[in-house]
């Protein structure tokens, strides 16, 4: 795992990290609004940050958070 964030990531996937960063608790909804991007395309880059280790949802979808984690 000795690739740099930037390597792996699309540029939305990267904004999507930050933002979700600033606020765990934001909702797809919301981040589409911040990014102005389509809820589908929000949909589509987490489940794309999920499958590469970035991102985890803990809890249950009203009330839960999200969980980054950041590689070298």
């Given at each position: 795992m000795g690739e740099k964030l930037g390597e792996k990531l699309s540029?939305?996937?990267l904004l999507l990290l930050k933002e979700i960063s600033f606020n765990y608790k934001v909702s797809q909804k919301k981040l589409a609004s911040l990014l102005g991007i389509s809820t589908t395309t929000v949909e589509k880059n987490i489940r794309n940050l999920k499958d590469k280790g970035f991102l985890e949802r803990?809890?249950?979808?009203?009330?839960?958070h999200w969980v980054v984690y950041l590689k070298e």
């Open positions: 540029n939305t996937e803990s809890g249950p979808a009203k009330g839960g």
